[in-house]
């Protein structure tokens, strides 16, 4: 119903104005109409005291409904608190669209801490890596299965070592590979072994003359060692 107003005539008592029956008709269906969507008319549960509004029946909801693409729009600057909450936690819409909190996923206003996280384009047991852009992704040249890391390719070491299938190499020219055990540990060849000089046939003794000799520094110091030929 639209507002009815109270005609007063064009000055008082000139009998041009709504009788006083028609007038205060007017004022009832006015106040009639307000009370119904007040929330004190007949099925009504809301209702509004000073800057709140109400449910007034037993868990009932509120409901907020824009008409066809209209939105529930927050002033600038303005908060939306919830009383009942986790602190920190990131607040997300459950299966029922009901916005729900857990101190599974917390955000301090700095940490992101999550609980358990699942991305779904991804492999099992390759290592989770941060793409070109930002993005979670994975390959299948580093995979780990709890308790063995594999790497397919190169792994460089302190941008000074080359890891590649079984070749340990330097990055930069002339650059030496040391092997430094702590203490008073040694570096263990678990290498073949035979017991005759390949050079000299089956001599058990050396032959004057090596195949060659190996280059190599011991605390610092340059030496070289003479090798033999395989027999």
Request: charged letters at 15%; zero cysteines.
């Amino acid at each position: 119903m639209a507002k009815q107003s109270i005609n007063l005539g064009s000055t008082a008592n000139d009998g041009t104005g709504d009788p006083l029956r028609t007038a205060f008709d007017k004022v009832n269906d006015n106040f009639t109409e307000l009370y119904a969507v007040s929330g004190a008319g007949t099925g009504n549960n809301v209702a509004i005291s000073g800057n709140s509004i109400i449910s007034e029946n037993s868990n009932g909801d509120i409901t907020l409904d824009p008409n066809g693409t209209g939105r529930i729009v927050l002033a600038t600057a303005s908060q939306l608190r919830f009383t009942d909450h986790t602190d920190n936690a990131v607040p997300y819409a459950d299966a029922e669209g009901d916005i729900t909190f857990s101190s599974n996923l917390l955000f301090n206003g700095t940490d992101l801490t999550v609980a358990s996280a699942k991305v779904s384009d991804l492999t099992d047991n390759r290592v989770v890596i941060a793409g070109t852009s930002g993005a979670l992704e994975d390959s299948g040249n580093l995979t780990f299965d709890g308790s063995t890391m594999t790497v397919t390719g190169t792994v460089t070491v302190g941008g000074q070592l080359s890891l590649n299938d079984n070749r340990i190499s330097t990055l930069q020219t002339n650059e030496n590979i040391d092997m430094d055990p702590s203490g008073t540990g040694t570096v263990n060849f678990a290498v073949p072994t035979q017991a005759t000089v390949g050079s000299a046939g089956s001599a058990a003794a050396l032959p004057g003359q090596p195949t060659g000799y190996i280059k190599i520094a011991v605390s610092g110091t340059d030496y070289v060692i003479p090798y033999y030929a395989v027999s």
